[in-house]
């Protein structure tokens, strides 16, 4: 009989680091943003390779902030994908534009070159793509970065689960104007909540900076260290409050340090997966177009396909009775029931997303996952659909 009694769908893991870095941050009598946030600010970039990284206190904060940057306005066409999180849609509607959710591609559940074409030639006056690196493969960004520039139409990247992915060896991050990072509980490196804007563009950078702290000119440690006092400060625009707190940034560099160990480790379980899982017919297993080490492996999205003998929900519902954690990546945008009567949307335009929908499950995926804990699941699996 196994000795395992549950496997949760994600595990967070912490180490000495986190723990050496947040007593520093305890001991300073400074919790907010300080010295710690910006070198996890510094030492993201770095990793990345970027010239600017901007913390925040979310994905989302990230991504309504690049928006604001990029100058979109109220009234503007944005294209994203429809296989995605809520947060990708309403940080547009946050400024009052408006989406226009496309469909993506069958395994991956990615925009394609191909699909942002048609996309195009069907919707004008578009102003701003949202990429989505879903799972934490990339998309095929330098294409689609051509595609927009040809048309004038902006770009932007959700990389909420792309930590760190690469495209033929080059880390997300790198190709376009704004990429936004997630470091939500379950994300491949946490803060608990927080989030991460790079970029290049000095201007970009500037301008989150002083959204990201209710456009204040001036940030919260320079207030507090410089000789002009810290009343003295000027608002230039309504901004958010959407800094990152130093006790965030203390576990976000503990967690850095491990980023490339914990990716490699999910792979390891990736390719347990796709071993083991081959050749049941009843399940489509999520296709990687690249190389395995270039992929974040945030998720290992299964669909049960026609050939299931029970539905995902029932599914979900007896692997949960046996023990397993789950999850669903996602209910597509076009399905819910605000964007579906706001836009009147309807589920023919997107025969992938939902193809997708209607079997789709996330298996259980962390770091250090041990054998026995992956042949239990897919034992559960197998059993389940035997
Ligand atoms: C694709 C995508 N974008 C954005 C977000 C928002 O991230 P956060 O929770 O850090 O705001 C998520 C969160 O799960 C996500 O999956």
Not at 2 to 19: A, H, L, N, V, W
Not at 95 to 110: C, K, M, S
Not at 303 to 309: D, P, R
Request: hydrophobic content about 40%; some cysteine.
């Amino acid at each position: 009989m196994s000795t395992i009694t549950k496997i949760p769908f994600s595990k967070i893991f912490i180490g000495d680091s986190e723990r050496k870095y947040l007593n520093e941050v305890l001991d300073s009598g400074w919790l907010t943003t300080a010295g710690k946030t910006l070198e996890f600010e510094k030492k993201f970039a770095d990793f990345i390779g970027a010239k600017y990284a901007c913390a925040v206190n979310s994905c989302t904060a990230a991504l309504h902030l690049g928006i604001d940057a990029l100058g979109i306005k109220a009234g503007d066409k944005v294209l994203i994908p429809s296989m995605t999180f809520a947060a990708t849609g309403e940080v547009v509607r946050y400024i009052g534009a408006e989406i226009i959710p496309i469909d993506t591609e069958y395994g991956t559940n990615l925009i394609t070159p191909e699909i942002l074409e048609k996309a195009i030639e069907k919707h004008k006056d578009i102003k701003l793509l949202i990429v989505v690196h879903y799972g934490g493969q990339a998309a095929q960004i330098k294409e689609l970065i051509e595609i927009c520039n040809r048309h004038g139409i902006k770009i932007m990247e959700d990389a909420a689960h792309a930590f760190p992915t690469r495209k033929d060896g080059q880390l997300v991050g790198t190709f376009g104007d704004i990429t936004c990072f997630s470091f939500y509980a379950n994300k491949t490196i946490t803060t608990g909540e927080g989030g991460m804007l790079v970029t290049n563009d000095e201007s970009v950078y500037k301008r989150v900076k002083t959204m990201r702290l209710h456009g204040i000119n001036r940030d919260i440690w320079d207030r507090f260290t410089s000789k002009t006092p810290s009343w003295e400060y000027d608002v230039i625009d309504a901004g958010y409050k959407y800094n990152m707190p130093d006790l965030a940034a203390a576990i976000g560099l503990g967690q850095l340090e491990k980023a490339e160990l914990f990716r490699s480790e999910r792979q390891k379980a990736v390719e347990f997966y796709y071993e083991k899982l081959k050749d049941l017919s009843m399940i489509d297993l999520p296709i990687c177009h690249g190389e395995l080490e270039d992929h974040a492996w945030h998720l290992f999205p299964i669909v049960l396909n026609q050939k299931a003998s029970i539905s995902r929900n029932e599914f979900i519902e007896k692997m949960s009775e046996q023990g397993v954690g789950t999850s669903v990546h996602y209910k597509p945008i076009h399905q819910l029931t605000y964007y579906k009567e706001r836009y009147n949307l309807i589920k023919e335009d997107y025969p992938n997303a939902e193809l997708t929908w209607s079997g789709n499950v996330s298996l259980p995926l962390y770091p250090y996952m041990t054998s026995e804990e992956l042949q239990y699941i897919v034992d559960a699996v197998k059993n389940i659909l035997a």
